[in-house]
């Protein structure tokens, strides 16, 4: 009897040891839920959704590496293009990172880009700047980006100059836009509002309006831009030409694009320039007009010009292009005075595309104003893009 009251106590004891050991177990918390980044097809290669959000995101961007030269001697020749220095090899390195983020909404596509860039050319560190910043909600953008004149955005055939990197000649620029774009079967147009730095009457902008056509066979399109910042031959000049005010600047352009039929990626490119001074919209800004702006001053325009461009594609790794650009009379610096000049520039560009994301690029131009020596500039770059 006493044995059986000692097992009924034992098992007691053990009962409430259990319970207790239970009591003071430590558990282990479960895991929270990885929501995993997913693809986002709605816009194209490499979108993926900002987790916790409808938002799509793409990350892209470039850096390259280049060696450049020039036949330039700095004194009497023609200035060469990219600034080129003639006393040796020219180095070059530029990194670029492009943040676009885009959703649906009932107006459309609501979307955002950044672009942040920094140039090394041998002398110290490069500083990163903001390239562009601008955000849109369907056909509506505004912020910070190329001008119309050079970047219609939409109708992408209509967009810059020649074939080559550096598409010679074309007023590229860039400014704070406000615009309203739009595509629909095969048109395209844009409205653009575009400040002029307080130039002028500082509640007034520059105006700048695209309208074109796009299809399988290539495009047509034309664009005008207007300046009312520009006072021509108000400006102070040596002798009789400082006399009179022209009030405003005004400059048109007409280009058209074929596309080789059977040969994706070739196509033949004519665009013509009109400006009616030395102003913001015209040819400014490229090799041969910033040539004569370095020699004259202003931005290089000249009254009339033509650029013709054709671009091959051989292979799928190897592509060339031709182009050729001529200038009828510079417009003396800030001026609608013409010097009487003339001026040609020509161009070849060979691409190499070894493997995926991976290009080698070379690219010769000529320039070539009257009285002045002609020369001849060039580069060998490297490009790994992302």
Not at 16 to 33: I, K, L
Not at 138 to 151: C, L, N, P, Q, T
Not at 152 to 173: I, L, Y
Request: net charge negative.
């Amino acid at each position: 009897m006493q044995f059986l009251k000692f097992l009924s106590f034992a098992g007691a004891l053990a009962t409430s040891a259990g319970v207790a050991s239970a009591a003071d177990a430590v558990m282990a918390p479960e895991p929270e839920p990885v929501e995993y980044v997913r693809v986002c097809d709605a816009y194209g290669a490499g979108f993926f959704y900002i987790p916790g959000t409808e938002t799509c995101l793409q990350i892209s961007g470039y850096v390259w590496y280049q060696l450049g030269a020039t036949s330039d001697d700095g004194l009497t020749d023609t200035p060469n293009y990219n600034g080129f220095d003639p006393d040796g090899w020219n180095k070059g390195v530029r990194a670029r990172v492009n943040f676009d983020a885009r959703s649906e909404t009932e107006w459309g596509t609501l979307r955002s880009y950044i672009r942040f860039q920094a140039d090394w050319n041998g002398v110290g560190d490069g500083e990163v700047t903001a390239h562009q910043a601008w955000l849109s909600l369907g056909g509506f953008r505004a912020g910070y980006s190329e001008s119309a004149w050079s970047d219609t955005v939409v109708g992408e055939v209509g967009t810059f100059g020649s074939h080559s990197d550096n598409a010679m000649s074309f007023g590229d620029q860039r400014r704070a836009i406000m615009q309203y774009n739009f595509e629909r079967n095969g048109f395209f147009g844009v409205l653009s509002l575009e400040d002029d730095a307080l130039a002028g009457e500082g509640y007034v902008p520059d105006v700048v309006a695209v309208l074109g056509y796009a299809a399988g066979w290539g495009g047509v399109w034309g664009r005008v831009g207007y300046t009312e910042s520009f006072d021509g031959s108000a400006y102070v000049l040596p002798g009789p030409i400082g006399a009179g005010v022209n009030s405003g600047g005004f400059a048109g352009s007409l280009g058209l694009q074929v596309n080789v039929p059977n040969m994706e990626g070739s196509s033949f490119r004519l665009i013509g320039y009109y400006a009616d001074g030395d102003h913001t919209y015209g040819t400014l800004h490229g090799p041969a007009a910033a040539a004569f702006a370095t020699v004259n001053g202003g931005n290089g325009n000249s009254e009339w010009s033509i650029l013709a461009s054709y671009g091959h594609q051989f292979t799928d790794t190897i592509s060339a292009s031709v182009g050729y650009q001529y200038f009828s009379d510079f417009y003396y610096g800030g001026t609608d005075v013409k010097t009487g000049l003339n001026g040609h520039a020509a161009e070849l560009s060979l691409v190499w595309v070894p493997v995926t994301d991976f290009e080698v690029r070379s690219e010769l131009q000529y320039d070539k104003i009257e009285t002045l020596d002609g020369t001849v500039s060039g580069y060998l770059r490297f490009t790994r893009s992302f």
